[in-house]
């Protein structure tokens, strides 16, 4: 029987994984996930909740920078472990055209049969026009490359804004399947019927896309190991403040903080909201903040 292989990608701050979470505790398969940050640090792993085996592969691309340790870890995973199903997060950053290929390279290399069934790409459409506008290409190559979009945020928007952008995701991607349901509100929603709507077998790729590795070179990441502890109102002001210019164009934070009460919460910033949760383990406390022309002065004085 072929291992599954799915990718879940969405850009900076997209939800991925959130949906991961939800996607993964509503399945009885043997799955393995594969987890790329862009930063030097990990912490979505922190947040992959269940007994599921978890490779990271922070502080890089893993369709730049870490194509072998890429490679080697879905082999070492087909050889090594009972699976059904591999499921690949990779940094918000990365090319989904790249990605696809070099899992299909792999596919055909493996002494094992395995096969892409979904790639998914989250559409955050709070942020859609401002990374549209900003990103181009870079941003698209996402939404052109996916068969299943699913969108976050929609309680943000108007039905005719969502409309409007659900017409703009089909324009770039007339094959996609695009879920429109309110899954990311939801915590509770049994995704079952979408792990069963998902299993399309093709997978989109589409040529000429325009060079983007300018955008790529210009991203940062900035990581914060010991962040100091906050009081509710400190960490609000702190997320707000990354909203102002001064500190660069903060496109993506998220981060463990430690509140003064002796608990941890796990924050998420994007350029439009943010949102902080109490954890119900504690875990180490750590921030990384990705964005373009980062004062990494100002946010380490920040955090």
């Known amino acids: 029987m072929s291992i599954k292989i799915d990718i879940i990608s969405g850009f900076l701050g997209a939800g991925k994984t959130t949906f991961l979470n939800q996607f993964i505790k509503n399945t009885d398969e043997k799955i393995a996930i594969i987890e790329n940050e862009f930063g030097d ?140 349901e309110d899954w990311y509100f939801k915590r509770e929603l049994n995704l079952k019927h979408y792990i069963e709507a998902l299993e399309i077998d093709r997978v989109v790729i589409k040529e000429n896309l325009k060079d983007t590795s300018r955008i790529k070179k210009l991203l940062k990441s900035t990581t914060i190991d010991k962040p100091k502890v906050f009081t509710e109102e400190e960490l609000k002001k702190a997320l707000e403040l990354l909203k102002d210019k001064k500190q660069g164009y903060v496109l993506r934070g998220k981060g463990i903080i430690e509140i003064e009460n002796g608990k941890t919460v796990h924050f998420d910033f994007t350029p439009k909201n943010y949102s902080y949760e109490y954890m119900d383990e504690i875990c180490k406390p750590k921030v990384v903040i990705i964005g373009l022309l980062l004062n990494t002065k100002l946010i380490k004085e920040l955090f």
């Open 41 to 180: 640090i990990s912490i979505d792993s922190d947040l992959i909740k269940g007994g599921f085996t978890v490779k990271e592969l922070p502080s890089g691309c893993i369709c730049c920078s870490l194509i072998g340790n890429f490679k080697e870890a879905i082999l070492s995973l087909s050889e090594e472990v009972s699976l059904d199903r591999i499921i690949i997060e990779p940094s918000g950053v990365a090319m989904l055209s790249d990605i696809i290929k070099l899992c299909q390279d792999i596919c055909k290399s493996s002494n094992k049969e395995m096969i892409i069934t979904n790639v998914i790409t989250i559409v955050d459409l709070c942020n859609f026009y401002e990374y549209e506008d900003n990103f181009g290409n870079f941003y698209l190559n996402q939404i052109k490359n996916a068969n299943i979009i699913l969108l976050s945020h929609l309680k943000e928007v108007n039905k005719n804004e969502l409309e409007t952008i659900v017409d703009k995701l089909s324009d770039y991607n007339e094959q996609a399947y695009i879920i429109e």
